[in-house]
């Protein structure tokens, strides 16, 4: 502030604020053009229904209404019938009802059941949320393998290389690669299974009965999880971890050791504290991330299904802006996941943030 | 005393270090030996002698056979007009052993009875009419000494293709012939298969020896590199062993089905070592796109991303970090502010602005908005706020140029800075797949991943052509990032800063 008094406008300081809009000009201009101002427009977009070509059409809340809001239908009843031959199939319940003339007709039975106006929307957040899963397996085995990796061994290098290499490969070429070693009969994941457990019995001989990975909806998920944990388990993560694990003070360790702290009360009590801040920083980028995240993998290994099991909020938002051009919906939907990132950012910083000693 | 003292020590000593060594020796060899192990079954099947049959788009099928001492050798048979539904495979008229070959498997009693059954085999003119020995004649039939091999031979079609017919003249003037009508570029593997012979024990006997010396190699460097000090080592030696298979095995996996022939690949199990190679598998990637205009492409993109956001984030950043100027703290917040906007959030205005403006399907609605990144803007403005500046004041005195402190004093200091970040964005433009994909409709432009998924979505490759596809994405990126490591692993760490 002294600065400033001391010589508010004189030639230097008004050339040096002149200099520094200058410099910053060119980026400020891809600032406003690319980011800020996008922000803005797309929370307008937000609020309109808007198909490129003809003008954008004020909706107030009806996109947001869609995606978030529920209401009542009238779904038949279904019932189970028996047929002579003890088989059993489902069919629509009927009632018989009065007409105001008196002559009777039969009608299907309904109920009155609440539903979610986009259930896709809410199938595709169960999806992103499960496929977060990954995010505290994945950082459990970082810690670990950079638990491992702090050592004052020759070579770490090496090893390190090729721990980091699939995360460095990311990308389309390694989901190709890896929709490859998940197909069913030629693929690696299943012969391997195959030459193993089938040995012990554990693996079904039959090439039908070979669980097909990416092709049912159950394993989908998961299957791309495990992958995501190839990729990220020896990836940026780890390195964090390694180099917040290198920063612990020796001394307090051989101090814990006098105290005669068994491996595992190291960890807990001194190891553990005093790397909360990488902890806390990988959440973060981690919960960002994740609700982001899923498009690409879904694109190119599964295409969002099957059954739309591996479709997230982002493949979503890329369906309705750039697919089926129903930007309004697509641009409510991103300002959703804004506000949840948002949300769960501030709720970290919050009650995370506490717990992250120093 | 003193030298009794000297004697347990060196005593100690000795036995410690036999203790590491043997360790060092059993993970060395245990290493080789389970490689051999894996490969076993295998190895002895690559020194089968290989018959590979294709076709090309006239239906005239060559025949290529291997041998231990030949090398390969093409034969072109005779022409077939396509469609004809029966070709026929003839061994070419050189065609020799090279080892005793005794062979083998006789076809089971199901596969005859199927084979009989369907009438896809033929019982010789002259079959005796008991059928017990009439079977026993066929499998003689089949497995009697053709002229030009010396030996029995049973062929195996690893393509589910069904042969037909071997009556006893067919078999003597060497033509087998398949109900399938051959596609162009269909290929057949037959193989011969030698049960035991001097040369396959060389072989074996080759690769037992080299496997010695190779675990002893390597346990020589684990000893080298201080493994082995203490019995957590080992253990640590051990997982990070296992642990660094798991990360290296599906490479292989990839490698090893680029150089495979279609039928090696699909085939019902683990086969890593690829025989014959197929180094054609490249050719057809390039054949079927324009494998190479996207990798131009891709190039291109990333440099000009590169060099144009690295001009004006390190400007921007140097803006931030040292010019002083009204507003100046209050728009660095709005910057980071953005950081945490999904980028979904912005991709769609702007989308719109490019249509507006004309921009879809060209270069310069993927080149200009990734000129400018808050992100290497606040990297660069946290590394410049970390440098001394007795420097800059010391050029200040001397009248240099706010500018000719950027150029001659900051950028030079902060080089490990500029690196890392010129690698991350290298490689984040290189692999940036969403939005080229939503701004591009022209194959031509496409860069590299988009090609690449467009490839295989589109023109359904063989695995074995993809996987070639997907090595050449994959291996230079491990090239750079083995070159620049030591970058990548400053940059993670220079990014959490922020945390």
């Known amino acids: 502030m002294k600065k400033y008094e001391e010589s508010r406008w004189s030639g230097g300081r008004f050339r040096e604020a002149l200099a520094g809009y200058g410099f910053i000009s060119g980026n400020f201009l891809g600032f406003l053009v690319f980011t800020s101002i ?275 909020l982002s493949y979503y938002i890329f369906n309705n802006a750039f697919t089926w051009f129903n930007m309004g919906k697509a641009a409510a939907i991103a300002w959703f996941l804004f506000l949840v990132v948002f949300v769960m950012t501030i709720l970290n910083w919050r009650f995370g943030g506490k717990k992250v000693n120093y | 005393m003193t030298s009794e003292a000297d004697r347990i020590l060196a005593e100690s000593r000795r036995t410690i270090s036999l203790a590491r060594r043997t360790g060092a020796v059993v993970y060395g060899l245990a290493l080789t030996v389970g490689v051999v192990l894996v490969l076993r079954a295998e190895l002895a099947e690559k020194f089968d002698m290989a018959l590979l049959f294709s076709t090309d788009t006239r239906g005239a099928v060559y025949s290529l056979s291997y041998s231990l001492d030949k090398g390969e050798h093409w034969t072109r048979l005779e022409e077939k007009s396509p469609g004809s539904g029966v070709f026929a495979l ?71 293709l069904t042969w037909r017919g071997t009556a006893k003249e067919a078999i003597e003037q060497r033509i087998y012939t398949f109900t399938h009508a051959p596609e162009a570029g269909l290929e057949i593997l037959l193989r011969a298969r030698p049960a035991s012979s001097n040369a396959v024990l060389g072989v074996w006997a080759a690769v037992l020896i080299l496997t010695v010396p190779v675990g002893l190699a390597i346990a020589w460097v684990v000893l080298r590199l201080g493994y082995f000090t203490d019995g957590f080592s080992i253990a640590t030696l051990v997982f990070f062993t296992v642990f660094g298979l798991t990360m290296i095995v599906p490479f292989i996996w990839m490698i090893s089905t680029a150089f495979k022939t279609q039928q090696e690949a699909t085939l019902f199990k683990i086969q890593w070592l690829p025989w014959p190679i197929r180094w054609a598998n490249f050719a057809d990637v390039f054949r079927t796109v324009q494998f190479g205009r996207f990798y131009i492409n891709s190039v291109f993109l990333a440099s000009y991303a590169t060099i144009g956001l690295m001009f004006t984030s390190s400007l921007a950043a140097y803006s931030f970090a040292r010019l002083d100027f009204p507003g100046r703290d209050k728009l660095f917040l709005a910057y980071l502010g953005t950081m945490m906007i999904p980028g979904a959030v912005t991709s769609i205005p702007v989308f719109v602005l ?86 591009l409709n022209d194959t031509k432009k496409m860069p590299l991943p988009v090609g690449i998924q467009f490839f295989a979505a589109s023109e359904y490759p063989d695995p074995n052509v993809l996987m070639a596809a997907t090595m050449m994405m994959i291996v230079p990126v491990i090239i750079v990032f083995i070159l620049g490591q030591r970058y990548f692993v400053e940059g993670i760490q220079l990014g959490a800063v922020k945390g």
């Open chain 1, 38 to 312: 996008p922000i803005v427009i797309s929370l307008y977009l937000a609020f309109t229904e808007y198909h490129v070509l003809t003008p954008p059409k004020w909706v107030g809340m009806r996109n947001f209404k869609e995606i978030l809001w529920c209401h009542y239908e009238d779904v038949p009843v279904m019932e189970k019938v028996k047929t002579a031959d003890g088989n059993e199939f489902e069919q629509i319940k009927m009632k018989t009802v009065t007409n105001p003339d008196g002559t009777t007709a039969q009608a299907a039975e309904t109920v009155r059941k609440l539903r979610p106006n986009d259930y896709n929307f809410w199938h595709y957040s169960y999806n992103t949320v499960f496929l977060m899963m990954g995010i505290p397996i994945g950082m459990a085995l970082s810690l670990s393998m950079a638990l491992i990796m702090n050592q004052k061994i020759r070579g770490i290098t090496f090893w390190r290389t090729i721990f980091f290499l699939p995360s460095v490969t990311a990308g389309v070429a390694v989901y190709l690669l890896w929709t490859w070693i998940y197909n069913p009969e030629q693929g690696l994941l299943n012969l391997f299974l195959h030459h193993t457990l089938g040995y012990l019995g554990l693996f079904p001989e039959d090439h039908a009965k070979w669980p097909q990975w990416l092709g049912s909806a159950n394993l989908a998920k998961p299957s791309l999880i495990l992958m995501g944990l190839w990729i990220g388990a020896g990836g940026y993560n780890m390195i964090l971890y390694l180099a917040a694990l290198q920063g612990v003070d020796p001394q307090l360790y051989e101090a814990a050791m006098i105290d005669g702290a068994t491996s595992w009360q190291k960890f807990v009590h001194v190891t553990w504290p005093l790397i909360s801040p990488t902890t806390f920083f990988i959440v973060v980028m981690g919960i960002i991330g994740g609700f982001q995240g899923g498009f690409m993998q879904a694109y190119v290994m599964t295409e969002g299904g099957p059954q739309g099991s591996t479709t997230t």
């Open chain 2, 90 to 160: 003839t061994p070419p008229p050189d065609y020799r052993d090279p080892i005793p070959v005794r062979v083998s498997p006789e076809i089971p009693d199901s596969v005859l009875d199927t084979e009989l059954a369907s009438g896809r085999l033929l019982r010789p003119k002259d079959a005796p009419a008991d059928e017990k020995k009439a079977r026993s004649e066929l499998k003689d039939i089949l497995l009697r000494p053709v002229r030009g091999i010396p030996c029995p031979v049973t062929f195996s079609i690893d393509g589910g």
């Open chain 2, 354 to 439: 490019m249509c507006k403006i004309g921009w879809v399907d060209s270069y310069k609605a993927i080149i200009v908005p990734g000129l400018f990144s808050a992100y290497g803007t606040f990297m660069l403005r946290q590394f410049f706020m970390t440098l001394p500046r007795d420097l800059e004041d010391a050029a200040k005195i001397d009248g240099c140029s706010l500018f000719g402190i950027f150029v001659r004093i900051i950028l030079p200091l902060s080089k490990p800075a500029i690196a890392t970040l010129t690698i991350f964005t290298f490689m984040g433009s290189w692999g940036d797949f969403m939005w080229p994909l939503i701004i």
